[in-house]
């Protein structure tokens, strides 16, 4: 038995926070929610030298042939400093792509980041849904996956449907999901720039997440060859990679407040000294930890027992998304008025938390889920 | 990274399961058809299992090999322990003295005192009892009032009450920590005993709690001698000495905790039977909730587990793991209440006694108050609480709080 970062793993994520401290990314946040339109920097060149494109591409196909817990690691120093780089989007696409023995000549491009792919959010059936469903434009009915139907060459598809708030979608070169074709879930993949293929940027709340609603009218795609198992794993790798993010800002918020509570004072004494405070930065510890027990889980299950990387990174997101919301207004309340102003860093983390908790199926979806996965498990025992 | 034994743990493992393999016929049945139901027939039955888990090794795991140990690691505890399980039989009787008391004797006693009590400590043919807890004195455990006084002939006389005492009922000895000196600073007067439960002026007493069951006592002390060499780790030392208890005590409860029941597979299956409940969009999303958590109280264990095995000392972020547990546990059993109905509250139901049980947990081994203070002071690096004990003379402070002189 062995959880400890291994020596490189530790390397990975000093030098991930290394790259990104090169960029005032919690200005840019700030910037950018103030309406200017080229606040945040173009941080994709420094993923490309940091080589994080390929993280999960393995190396016969040009990228660093590491696992989920690797990109945890990356994905959680971008949540420290709320940095906008498009990987939450583009490493689930690789994942599938990866498990596509038909997609191998593009892979090259993807690990060099030369190419960018964005995860169409697909969500697989469970215990009560027997269907798959993708994220709803509004409301909480869950949408329709896109329907595929044969194209005009072997291998190819046309597809019509429409897939809403996928990460990363703005500017991205190839897009991957599901569609359905005569029902049957299978992965697709279009071009960003193909006829048929309109990406409309959305912007809610939070500068840092770049968002798209993907229409596809007639759109020629690829039919790829990824089993339905890897499809699934790709959403649920989508889950462990955001879960990771909310708790590295998730670290920044504790960080903050607890040296803020040992600096300010009230009544002759510093707040953090009162239980009240104290209290509550240890409840944000402690719903911390719990989540990084969680990506652990979800890091080893992914490879190790992939009959259970659906509940592990299920719970993962669970965690992470409750911690997020605890963590980001504790962060303004301990800070008092002024954790509550515009100049403040709190409400971006606050405004983070509060858009990434409803992407790719929302923190509740997740929590269902893992109710869904360990009932069926039961039932089975 | 990765969850698998070593060759060498792997080899453990095998050990152990052989050694289960041949022996497990001879645990006493607790459970199911044949299950002993007289409380001394059990009791009975568990020391002799225990003798025999001690003869196998599969007791004092991490006990050095002097006194009768293995002296393996952290890990091998675990891997016995997990077997054990496995073979659906008993483990040890006595886990706070083989777990606790043992090893702070091992760490504080004398040669004298190892070599009566400790081996048949671990063959379970003498029980023992941890005698910290007071009326007045549980998270802040140093200001215990019990009292020990030093006679002329270097004997003592021991008067007190101690509470929330395990196994106390059919305990052999209990090691008990009192006030020797009450006119230094509380944690300067303390000195740790060894006290034998048959002594005269000793008292046990059933505790009942909310479940109507006495699984705790209270013992009382009337003017108890106790000859000189009952003191373990020198006069006024008894501080220090309960601090290695309750080391040993965080270790025990960060990797057993499991052993409590309170797991997400237990509580989904109990919602899982029904077929309402199970498909209900409010209850999915609590029990997502509630059994993430107690997911994440398992990882954290193999994380405790790898810094072990890397010869760190688990903290007091441990105290984190048990905060997560009784909460959890709480809102599952309030779930399934919900779920069940009345029926879930029946005299015989599991899930009435878990109910009944968690609010006293809550506050066992220190409040949950007390620890998140210990977490935030020492992990988070926070200012502490101001103290109006410090530095004062136990008597005084007594005075202070309103107590009769």
Redesign the interface.
Known sequence: MNLALSDEQVFLREAARGTLSRFQTLEAARDALDGDENALPDMWPAAREAGWPGLLIDEAHGGAGLDAFDAMLVMGECGRVLAAIPLLGHLPATAILSDSPNAAEFLADLASGERRAAYLPSCPPDDVHERWSGDPEDGMRRAELPSAVPGDEAGRVRLNGKFAFVPDAPGADALVGVALLEGRPVGVAVLGDASGVEVEPVRRYDATRSLGHVSLNDAPGVLLDAPEESLAAAWHLAQALIAADSLGSVETALEMSVAYAKERHTFGRAIGSYQAVKHSLTEVLRQLENGRSLLYYAGWARRGAPAEFPLAASAARSVAGRALDYGARTMISVHGGIGATWEHDAPLYFRRSELSRRLLGGTALASDRVAGELMAQATAA | ??????PE?AAYRAQVRSWLDQHAGEAPVLQGPGALEDENEIIAARRVWQGKLAEGGLAGVTWPKEYGGQGLGP?EQVICGQEIARAKVPGILDAIGVGMLGPTIIAHGDDEQKARYLGPMLHGDEVWCQLFSEPAAGSDLAAVQTRARLQDDGSWRLTGQKVWTTNAQFASFGLLLARTDADVPKHKGLTMFIVPMDAPGVTVRGLRQISGEAEFNEVFFDDVALDAGAVVGGVGNGWGTALTTLMFERVTIGLGSEGLGYN??RF??A??GDPDG??D?E???N???V???L??????G??T???L??GQIPGP?AG?AK??IVNGAIKAGDLIADVRGPDALADDSQWAYMISFLPGLKSAGGTE?IL??T???R????????RLDKGIPFSELRAKEGAPA
């Open positions: 990274m990765d969850l698998d034994d070593t743990q890990i997400s597979a989904a299956a919602i899982a199970r498909r969009p209850v999915r999303r029990l997502g909730e059994t993430s958590e997911l994440a109280v398992r990882f954290t193999y994380r587990l790898s810094a095995q890397r972020e984190l905060i997560t108050e998140r203070n977490v935030g002071e992990v988070l690096g926070l200012p502490p609480e101001p």
